[in-house]
């Protein structure tokens, strides 16, 4: 081993961090020098963010409360009070392994007890607020969980959630109720923390419920690299950097928190910040980016396409980045944001399974309508639907497992069924279509079960919906397939119409007239039912209810004259 190279796994890390760190707007050297660390023991918490840490009084989180009541926290403080909660959470019988479902909003002690379950080797099951009682049964049943750490304000949620778990309340004053435990005992605990044993990387750290838009949500197993290493991948997307203050816009709960609200920005030693409010306000919003100094900010296509409402030259001090993901974002919310702005929205794409596979990175040329390229340490490739070769101009975008990235899942957890399926042929395969170019940029088409065909020709409802929502009347759209006697299937569009339109023929006629201009003939859409689409909790359309709704019972709809 020469002097040069990393004796430590936090020097590993931190080695390969910087080599991102080093290339961060020049993507061919970043993809060359960049490669994973891969180390047999690694546990985030202790080798990384408390030797970030230690003696350091930079803001780590900084959160603003709708009533604008604000609280900052130092890197060191918040390795003293998740060195607390580990301690407290030790002597109530959490240990190595053992599943733990989070259920906080975003608040302090979430971060505390993320960390401290990181530092004790327990297993994290994030779970958003939202959830009811048959969605925590499930968690609880399946996830085999053995403790929970709720709101207090969701303690009644349990009542009929049996099982012999540890209870922990945060909030209600310390007086969580009969048979739970009170969170804010921890706060008595040392600030020392002794784990006691080494953490293997490959040990499970995450089971995450995914949102479940077409089926029963799959269990995606995580382990102590495959999350906080493989966000190094998202880092880099994303553009952070030491000292930035970066806001991500998502639900506690839901895997896109962990990519944006802790694992990235703490990789890169940046500053989370959190403003918490109970509904929408893009000029709210806007002010509360202008007062933290937000320099990086990420957001999902809903809440973009909200944004744009607002008057967006309000913002003088816009920040250096900003980024999608979730869902594509489409073509005319980018554009309306670079006007306004100078910046570019950076789409980038990954899943609940992996940390983000491709993306636009700072400084790149842009192009149209694609997600970017595959990000370092990721060989993304698509494989042909028919032959299955790889290397297609269009098909299912796969990752080649014979390179394998870190930021990959385990797998399907307790399902070896579907874990096969989906790293078959030695490719992960994302169940999503793309098309590929010459320059190695990928384009979103659509979720393999999405696409349909039309008079034998293949639609892809995300240029259906980009095309509707240029107009002015749609605040959101979803395209389905709807069945015809003449084509077997013609594109139906389910239309959230934007405030001052009104629902009816003419309006729908309106559309049509915008559909015939703007696509294809055998693109067009021709029929459309306005109507509120259905969601998972994390936001995404359930498009596999709509094709139901489509195929035996439409509402009032409306269809273009032939």
């Given at each position: 081993?020469?002097?040069?190279?990393?004796?430590?796994?936090?020097?590993?890390?931190?080695?390969?961090?910087?080599?991102?760190?080093?290339?961060?707007?020049?993507?061919?050297?970043?993809?060359?020098?960049?490669?994973?660390?891969?180390?047999?023991?690694?546990?985030?918490?202790?080798?990384?963010?408390?030797?970030?840490?230690?003696?350091?009084?930079?803001?780590a989180l900084h959160i603003v409360e709708e009533d604008g009541s604000a609280a900052r926290y130092s890197f060191a403080r918040m390795r003293a009070r998740s060195a607390q909660a580990a301690n407290w959470l030790r002597a109530q019988g959490v240990g190595p392994g053992d599943r733990v479902i989070?259920?906080?909003?975003?608040?302090?002690?979430?971060?505390?007890?993320?960390?401290?379950?990181?530092?004790?080797?327990?297993?994290?099951?994030?779970?958003?607020?939202?959830?009811?009682?048959?969605?925590?049964?499930?968690?609880?049943?399946?996830?085999?969980?053995?403790?929970?750490?709720?709101?207090?304000?969701?303690?009644?949620?349990?009542?009929?959630?049996?099982?012999?778990?540890?209870?922990?309340?945060?909030?209600?004053?310390?007086s969580p109720g009969e048979g739970w435990l009170a969170y804010e005992d921890a706060y008595g605990a040392s600030e020392s923390f002794e784990p006691d044993g080494p953490t293997r990387a490959q040990d499970t750290l995450?089971?995450?419920?995914?949102?479940?838009?077409?089926?029963?949500?799959?269990?995606?197993?995580?382990?102590?690299?495959?999350?906080?290493?493989?966000?190094?991948?998202?880092?880099?997307?994303?553009?952070?950097?030491?000292?930035?203050?970066?806001?991500?816009?998502?639900?506690?709960?839901?895997?896109?928190?962990?990519?944006?609200?802790?694992?990235?920005?703490?990789?890169?030693?940046?500053?989370?910040?959190?403003?918490?409010?109970?509904?929408?306000?893009?000029?709210?919003?806007?002010?509360?980016?202008?007062?933290?100094?937000?320099?990086?900010?990420?957001?999902?296509?809903?809440?973009?396409?909200?944004?744009?409402?607002?008057?967006?030259?309000?913002?003088?001090?816009?920040?250096?980045?900003?980024?999608?993901?979730?869902?594509?974002?489409?073509?005319?919310?980018?554009?309306?944001?670079?006007?306004?702005?100078?910046?570019?929205?950076?789409?980038?794409?990954?899943?609940?399974?992996?940390?983000?596979?491709?993306?636009?990175?700072?400084?790149?040329?842009?192009?149209?309508?694609?997600?970017?390229?595959?990000?370092?340490?990721?060989?993304?490739?698509?494989?042909?639907?028919?032959?299955?070769?790889?290397?297609?101009?269009?098909?299912?975008?796969?990752?080649?497992?014979?390179?394998?990235?870190?930021?990959?899942?385990?797998?399907?957890?307790?399902?070896?069924?579907?874990?096969?399926?989906?790293?078959?042929?030695?490719?992960?395969?994302?169940?999503?279509?793309?098309?590929?170019?010459?320059?190695?940029?990928?384009?979103?088409?659509?979720?393999?079960?999405?696409?349909?065909?039309?008079?034998?020709?293949?639609?892809?409802?995300?240029?259906?919906?980009?095309?509707?929502?240029?107009?002015?009347?749609?605040?959101?759209?979803?395209?389905?397939?709807?069945?015809?006697?003449?084509?077997?299937?013609?594109?139906?569009?389910?239309?959230?119409?934007?405030?001052?339109?009104?629902?009816?023929?003419?309006?729908?006629?309106?559309?049509?007239?915008?559909?015939?201009?703007?696509?294809?003939?055998?693109?067009?859409?021709?029929?459309?039912?306005?109507?509120?689409?259905?969601?998972?909790?994390?936001?995404?359309?359930?498009?596999?209810?709509?094709?139901?709704?489509?195929?035996?019972?439409?509402?009032?709809?409306?269809?273009?004259?032939?």
């Amino acid at each position: 081993m020469t002097a040069t190279e990393p004796t430590s796994p936090t020097e590993a890390f931190r080695a390969a961090r910087d080599t991102l760190l080093r290339h961060r707007t020049d993507y061919d050297a970043a993809r060359a020098a960049f490669s994973w660390p891969r180390p047999e023991h690694f546990n985030w918490a202790l080798d990384w963010f408390d030797s970030v840490a230690e003696d350091n009084d930079r803001t780590a989180l900084h959160i603003v409360e709708e009533d604008g009541s604000a609280a900052r926290y130092s890197f060191a403080r918040m390795r003293a009070r998740s060195a607390q909660a580990a301690n407290w959470l030790r002597a109530q019988g959490v240990g190595p392994g053992d599943r733990v479902i989070v259920m906080l909003g975003n608040q302090v002690e979430l971060w505390e007890t993320l960390l401290a379950c990181m530092k004790l080797r327990a297993v994290v099951i994030p779970a958003t607020p939202l959830l009811g009682p048959a969605d925590l049964a499930d968690r609880i049943e399946r996830g085999e969980a053995r403790h929970v750490v709720v709101r207090a304000q969701d303690t009644a949620k349990f009542e009929t959630v049996e099982g012999g778990y540890t209870r922990i309340a945060v909030g209600g004053g310390g007086s969580p109720g009969e048979g739970w435990l009170a969170y804010e005992d921890a706060y008595g605990a040392s600030e020392s923390f002794e784990p006691d044993g080494p953490t293997r990387a490959q040990d499970t750290l995450l089971l995450y419920f995914t949102s479940g838009t077409t089926a029963r949500p799959k269990l995606v197993e995580h382990t102590h690299v495959s999350y906080p290493v493989g966000h190094l991948a998202t880092m880099y997307w994303i553009g952070l950097q030491p000292g930035d203050v970066h806001l991500n816009i998502s639900s506690p709960g839901w895997a896109k928190h962990a990519w944006s609200n802790v694992f990235a920005p703490w990789n890169a030693e940046a500053t989370i910040f959190i403003y918490n409010y109970t509904r929408f306000d893009a000029d709210r919003l806007l002010a509360e980016i202008e007062k933290a100094g937000v320099t990086s900010f990420c957001a999902p296509p809903t809440v973009w396409r909200m944004l744009i409402q607002a008057d967006l030259s309000k913002l003088t001090a816009v920040p250096r980045e900003v980024v999608a993901a979730g869902e594509p974002l489409n073509p005319e919310v980018i554009e309306h944001v670079r006007r306004a702005w100078d910046r570019p929205i950076r789409d980038g794409f990954g899943q609940t399974e992996t940390a983000v596979q491709v993306a636009n990175s700072p400084g790149q040329p842009l192009k149209p309508g694609s997600m970017g390229r595959a990000m370092p340490g990721f060989e993304v490739t698509l494989l042909d639907p028919v032959t299955g070769e790889a290397g297609a101009d269009e098909g299912e975008i796969c990752l080649d497992l014979s390179a394998r990235p870190v930021g990959l899942m385990t797998g399907y957890h307790g399902d070896v069924e579907r874990t096969g399926e989906a790293m078959a042929g030695g490719y992960y395969r994302t169940g999503d279509i793309g098309s590929c170019d010459e320059d190695g940029y990928i384009t979103y088409i659509g979720r393999s079960d999405d696409v349909f065909k039309a008079s034998d020709y293949k639609i892809s409802p995300f240029e259906l919906e980009s095309a509707l929502l240029e107009h002015e009347a749609v605040a959101e759209a979803a395209v389905v397939p709807s069945p015809d006697e003449l084509r077997l299937a013609v594109p139906k569009a389910y239309v959230v119409l934007a405030e001052g339109w009104r629902p009816g023929a003419e309006t729908a006629n309106v559309l049509f007239a915008h559909s015939r201009e703007t696509l294809a003939p055998y693109k067009r859409v021709r029929v459309i039912e306005f109507a509120e689409l259905p969601k998972t909790i994390s936001g995404k359309i359930r498009r596999v209810e709509l094709r139901a709704h489509a195929a035996q019972e439409p509402g009032e709809e409306f269809r273009e004259e032939r």
